[in-house]
């Protein structure tokens, strides 16, 4: 995993979650019986540190926390009861520029614009269309193979929280007139029914909560012009400082790994979600000695070592967040890495 130095006191990983998201979830699984420190060992780090905002851990512990608070809490629905009681403030710096947005539209607007500063191994999104309004939940490909149960809490999370952080946000009680869900429809619906209070769709394809857009055009009670302002400039300033810490290279990665979600785009693709052509995006990575190819190619073979070594993922799905059309084109690109065959490489692990 790729490391990214901020400053003496401070790293950041190639996937990563801020702490204040951490310590929501293990403050939270403390309150319902779990032990804050059991669970601070189980991720090796201090209660001290919960409480440094300017923190981020890893990928690893990051979903492990979710695991762990599910297990020493024995709550398998813990991300939507934590979802219930979510604030702004779990965002940081995101969450006081929700706090300062004219409506629940715009303030939702920030959290997907700005969400990667927060953590970049989950995704939101907003789609208008006629008078209704789409928010999606999105968590890495590479973390829904890897720990699916955690992925779900999270996006649970997500998904209640924003019910709630509406309400603090506007005062008033705000439904969506649609849940979509992508797990399979549980024996009980019941807890499900009562936090979203609309009509459920399970087994969908991504996680979206519909609204009418009047709805969303709520105003926000602490709005603040100026304060806006501020925080927008910050966060612009923050996002841009964590992309200009990566090489070009590792900025690559970065796209390949967390925008496309494991999936290897053409040279063309990445270029243009660069704003750049594909001549520049190539002379800019031989600049630093790599190639597109190799860059690709060694990505693939990292995915794929951590999911057959974390994962109980088949070798289709594998194959098939990896790029490869085929699990056979997948074996025979395995085999030109490591020499071996992934099935034995999962055996040995």
Avoid at 306 to 317: A, F, G, I, V
């Amino acid at each position: 995993m790729h490391v990214i130095t901020c400053d003496k006191n401070r790293t950041v990983y190639a996937m990563y979650a801020h702490m204040p998201i951490i310590r929501d979830i293990l403050y939270g699984a403390a309150n319902r019986g779990a032990s804050l420190g059991n669970l601070c060992d189980e991720l090796s780090i201090s209660t001290e540190e919960l409480n440094d905002s300017e923190k981020f851990l890893d990928f690893e512990r990051s979903y492990k926390a979710w695991e762990k608070a599910v297990e020493f809490t024995e709550d398998q629905l813990l991300g939507l009861h934590l979802g219930e009681t979510s604030n702004p403030s779990i965002m940081g710096l995101i969450g006081h520029l929700m706090q300062s947005s004219p409506d629940l539209e715009k303030a939702f607007q920030t959290v997907c614009e700005y969400g990667k500063v927060a953590t970049d191994m989950f995704t939101y999104s907003i789609q208008k269309k006629d008078d209704q309004v789409l928010l999606s939940y999105e968590p890495s490909s590479q973390w829904m193979l890897i720990s699916p149960n955690s992925a779900r809490q999270a996006v649970e999370q997500a998904m209640a929280g924003t019910l709630h952080v509406f309400k603090v946000l506007s005062g008033k009680k705000i439904a969506p007139i649609f849940t979509r869900l992508t797990m399979a429809k549980p024996k009980s619906i019941e807890e499900y029914e009562r936090v979203f209070q609309s009509p459920l769709e399970f087994n969908a394809p991504v996680a979206q909560l519909k609204f009418k857009a009047s709805d969303l055009f709520q105003p926000v009670i602490s709005y603040d012009k100026s304060l806006y302002v501020l925080f927008d400039k910050l966060l612009h300033e923050k996002s841009e400082a964590l992309r200009h810490q990566l090489t070009f290279t590792d900025q690559v990665k970065k796209l390949i790994t967390i925008e496309f979600k494991g999936q290897v785009p053409s040279v063309e693709v990445a270029a243009s979600r660069m704003n750049m052509t594909g001549r520049s995006f190539q002379r800019r990575l031989q600049l630093e000695g790599k190639s597109y190819r190799t860059i690709s190619s060694q990505l693939r073979k990292e995915f794929a070592l951590r999911l057959l070594n974390t994962s109980n993922s088949k070798m289709e799905e594998i194959a098939d967040v990896l790029g490869y059309s085929e699990a056979s084109a997948f074996r025979r690109a395995f085999k030109t890495w490591t020499d071996a065959a992934p099935n034995k490489v999962r055996r040995a692990s």
